[in-house]
């Protein structure tokens, strides 16, 4: 048993630098890197970590929580970056434009409106939420929602007691870039600093996408993270901003107004409360 461990955890290992390097030390002309050998290509059979199954029985408690990752802080800049993609290889996009090339391409299909999936969204309709085509002057300006705009996501996931393993645990359910109304750019007269939900993805049909969509990794370059294992792990910082509620799922800005200091102590008192919830569950 712990010989096969070892054959998988060094297998990973071998695969990611695959991925990272693509035939970079042995390429004898530009055109070699980046195409694989059809050893590898055999080798590189890895896909992202499957869920386990969770029995609707198992679940002792379970709350959902929206939060806000804000893209202005340093720790979610992997998530971020790289916003110049003229001048950096095709292998390294940020979230934004991973998810998007995701759904043109047709990889994601699940994508939605809003949080509640209550009705699927067109690849025209999130169109017409990025560009905008203005007539000034007799001409055309075209205005584009890009990465640079993308300030910050949304996710909605669960906080959940598992009692056949005894452990508080979560799983993302959904995620949402958040920037700029497209109608107001370039509209001098406009100042509009809200954010606003560009679409929502299902995010457990999406982890293919991510999965093989690597991030930078800062202290080894041979081995970069991908968007899937970085979710998943919660390497990011976030605000919790509303929780399913008897009052239909309010927002915290619904009932503690005009105090950002509130809100936010708020959201802490909510996500003390999920904290706590593990070491109650152990009180008899």
């Known amino acids: ?72 802080q340093k720790i979610n800049l992997p998530y971020y970056f790289p916003i ?17 090339k995701g759904i043109k391409q047709g990889k994601i299909k699940e994508a939605y409106s809003d949080s509640f999936f209550t009705s699927k969204i067109t690849k ?20 584009r929602i890009q990465t640079q705009d993308v300030e910050g996501y949304m996710i909605k996931g669960m906080w959940y007691f598992d009692k056949r393993q005894g452990e508080l645990k979560y799983r993302l359910l959904a ?3 958040m920037g700029k109304d497209v109608q107001t750019l370039g509209v001098a007269e406009i100042e509009d600093e809200n954010l606003y939900e560009l679409f929502w993805i299902f995010f457990p049909s999406a982890r293919d996408v991510l999965h093989h969509a690597k991030v930078f990794n800062p202290k080894n370059a041979s081995h970069p993270i991908s968007f899937d294992h970085m979710l998943n792990a919660r390497r990011f910082n976030s605000v919790i901003v509303r929780e399913e509620n008897i009052y239909g799922n309010r927002a915290i800005e619904d009932y503690v107004r005009g105090n950002s200091l509130f809100q936010l102590l708020e959201a802490n008192k909510i996500k003390e409360g999920i904290r706590n919830r593990e070491m109650d569950m152990w009180n008899y």
């Open 175 to 177: 995620l949402a870039p």
């Open 84 to 100: 110049d993609t003229a001048n950096i290889s095709n292998d390294r996009r940020s979230l934004f434009d991973t998810l998007l």
């Open 124 to 143: 025209a309709e999130i169109d017409s939420r990025l560009v905008n085509i203005r007539d000034e002057n007799g001409y055309q300006d075209t205005f």
């Open 1 to 72: 048993m712990f010989k096969n461990c070892l054959i998988i955890f060094f297998s990973l290992i071998v695969s990611s630098s695959i991925n990272a390097q693509a035939n970079l030390l042995n390429a004898k002309t530009v055109g070699q890197i980046g195409k694989k050998s059809t050893q590898q290509i055999a080798a590189d059979n890895d896909g992202p970590i499957p869920y386990g199954y969770i029995d609707d029985r198992d679940v002792m408690w379970s709350k959902v929580v929206w939060e806000f990752i804000d893209l202005n």
